[in-house]
């Protein structure tokens, strides 16, 4: 191709032709032009292709976090749901209410639910931070999904955190200490099946400090029940739109 032109423009030097020439120059420019715009649109081609599958892998990769998330969410829910039913059991009765209503077994149940209030949600961010360490986030066309991810991973995970420190807190220094030692609790829930070996006197004796623990704690571990609530939404939602955007791949 470049001898064909070599030719032609020796050709037309050799013509003394000026305007033949100029055209045939103009022409040249043109074809060059043309080149270097096909060039770059196939490259450009290429980095949009490169671009979505790196996209499709990170999406990938959240989804197995917040999946994972998911499930959890849904367990540690469930007995945090349960330790402040049982919280609130303790706070509307007085120690005689409590045994004219449950039996025995129901009371060792609600004493070991109490203690679940501390059970702890720990968000993955392994996927969240291989996009946000790497300055992946602008692959992510989808402004919705990065939006929610964001709002997420900075602001309501680090809620939970913070709200979570408290209620572990007060369930390792103020509650724990009552059920685990005060009513020795092991032996009120775990071993002894029989209703002669339950210790009334001691539950009675440490009644009062239970309700006392029971009722400081309760309205933050209800936040936290809350909170925990609200981001099994988020990461159902978030869950849902990564695989929308997966289907259009």
Same mark, same amino acid.
């Given at each position: 191709?470049l001898?064909?032109?070599?030719?032609?423009?020796r050709?037309?030097?050799?013509?003394?032709?000026?305007?033949?020439y100029l055209l045939y120059?103009?022409?040249?420019?043109a074809l060059?032009?043309i080149? *270097?715009l096909?060039a770059?649109?196939?490259?450009?081609?290429? /980095?949009?292709r490169?671009? =979505?599958?790196? /996209?499709q892998n990170?999406?990938?990769?959240?989804?197995?976090n #917040?999946?994972g998330?998911?499930?959890d969410l849904? =367990?540690v829910l +469930?007995?945090?749901?349960?330790g402040?039913e049982?919280?609130?059991? *303790?706070i509307e009765?007085t120690y005689e209410?409590?045994?004219?209503?449950?039996?025995i077994?129901?009371?060792r #149940?609600?004493l070991h639910r109490i203690?679940?209030? @501390?059970?702890?949600f720990?968000?993955?961010?392994?996927?969240y931070n291989?996009?946000? +360490?790497?300055?992946?986030?602008?692959?992510?066309k989808?402004?919705?999904?990065r939006?929610?991810?964001?709002?997420l991973?900075? =602001?309501?995970?680090?809620?939970?955190?913070?709200?979570?420190?408290?209620?572990e807190?007060?369930?390792?220094?103020?509650?724990h200490?009552?059920?685990?030692g005060?009513?020795?609790?092991?032996a009120?829930?775990?071993?002894?099946?029989?209703p002669?070996r339950?210790?009334?006197e001691?539950?009675k004796l440490?009644?009062?400090e239970? @309700?006392?623990?029971c009722?400081?704690?309760?309205?933050?571990t +209800?936040?936290?029940r809350?909170?925990? @609530?609200?981001l099994?939404?988020?990461?159902?939602?978030?869950i849902m739109?990564? =695989?929308?955007e997966?289907k259009?791949h």
């Amino acid at each position: 191709m470049l001898t064909f032109l070599r030719k032609i423009r020796r050709s037309l030097i050799e013509s003394g032709s000026t305007r033949r020439y100029l055209l045939y120059a103009i022409g040249e420019i043109a074809l060059v032009v043309i080149g *270097i715009l096909i060039a770059l649109q196939i490259n450009n081609w290429n /980095e949009a292709r490169k671009n =979505r599958l790196v /996209e499709q892998n990170l999406y990938e990769n959240l989804l197995t976090n #917040l999946q994972g998330d998911s499930l959890d969410l849904v =367990r540690v829910l +469930n007995r945090v749901n349960g330790g402040t039913e049982s919280q609130k059991i *303790i706070i509307e009765n007085t120690y005689e209410s409590l045994i004219n209503k449950y039996s025995i077994d129901e009371i060792r #149940l609600i004493l070991h639910r109490i203690t679940n209030v @501390g059970i702890s949600f720990f968000p993955r961010y392994n996927a969240y931070n291989q996009i946000t +360490n790497n300055g992946f986030l602008p692959l992510l066309k989808s402004e919705k999904i990065r939006n929610s991810l964001v709002e997420l991973y900075e =602001r309501h995970y680090s809620l939970y955190k913070h709200v979570d420190d408290v209620v572990e807190q007060k369930n390792q220094f103020d509650l724990h200490p009552v059920i685990s030692g005060d009513l020795l609790a092991q032996a009120l829930i775990n071993e002894l099946k029989t209703p002669e070996r339950f210790d009334h006197e001691k539950l009675k004796l440490h009644y009062d400090e239970l @309700g006392k623990q029971c009722r400081s704690s309760y309205y933050i571990t +209800n936040t936290s029940r809350d909170i925990l @609530g609200g981001l099994q939404e988020e990461v159902s939602d978030l869950i849902m739109n990564i =695989r929308g955007e997966l289907k259009s791949h």
